[in-house]
């Protein structure tokens, strides 16, 4: 069955970095476009970062964050560099249903990141 | 950026009674819009695509409509575990926006 699985979170001081990781499994990554989706504590949820046939950021995370996947490891990133504390959430990484809808179909359990000094 | 705004924010319902959420854009999406459930401590599943397909799985219970910028969800028959938090988002336009989302409660 598919199942994405998410890691690499923490407890992270401000200015630092973190790469989360993404392992699918059921499906091939390749044949599918994904997403990364933040919720901060209590909060909704936030669309962080796409990559299909071409990558999208939200503003508020652009030249910061980067996705990127290795498609022979079935497992999808996020590279998140200068991080601040409006960065604490748990990020979730969710698999596109078709391609031209960006309906996410799967998601991961999420896996918390915390920023504080 | 395309805001979504859901209404109303907590809604207090009765089991096996009908429940009816709101989601605004604000500029028109066409169809382009998706349900999703979420449940504490749980990832977010995605009930409607297309602001009026179900998703795989989901029951009929769970219905869509709308389109432009007015959308609507309706829950025929609440059942226990469909006490959640629900959020609509809108994939017309980069960036991807969710709505702030409207938490279905037991009354």
């Known amino acids: 069955q598919v199942q994405l699985v998410e890691s690499g979170g923490g407890v992270v001081q401000p200015g630092k970095s973190l790469r989360l990781s993404c392992a699918a499994s059921?499906?091939?990554?390749?044949?599918?476009?994904m997403h990364w989706v933040r919720q901060a504590p209590g909060k909704g949820l936030e669309w962080v970062a796409y990559d299909g046939s071409n990558k999208y950021y939200a503003d508020s995370v652009k030249g910061r964050f980067t996705i990127s996947r290795d498609n022979a490891k079935n497992t999808l990133y996020l590279q998140m560099d200068s991080l601040r504390p409006e960065d604490t959430a748990v990020y979730y990484c969710?698999?596109?249903?078709?391609?031209?809808?960006?309906?996410?179909?799967?998601w991961g359990q999420g896996t918390l990141v915390a920023v504080s000094s | 950026e395309i805001m979504m705004t859901q209404s109303p924010a907590t809604l207090s319902v009765s089991p096996g009674e009908r429940a009816t959420l709101s989601c605004r854009a604000s500029?028109?999406?066409?169809?382009?819009l998706a349900w999703y459930q979420q449940k504490p401590g749980q990832a977010p599943r995605l009930l409607i695509y297309?602001?009026?397909t179900r998703a795989t799985g989901i029951p009929a219970t769970f219905s869509g409509s709308g389109s432009g910028a007015e959308f609507t969800l309706t829950i025929s028959s609440l059942q226990s575990e469909d006490f959640a938090v629900y959020y609509c988002?809108?994939?017309?336009?980069?960036?991807?926006?969710f709505g702030g989302g409207t938490k279905v409660e037991i009354k």
């Open positions: 059921g499906f091939t990554l390749s044949n599918y476009y």
């Open positions: 297309g602001a009026s």
């Open positions: 988002q809108q994939y017309s336009n980069w960036p991807l926006t």
């Open positions: 500029q028109s999406i066409k169809n382009n």
């Open positions: 969710a698999r596109v249903l078709v391609p031209g809808t960006h309906a996410m179909d799967y």
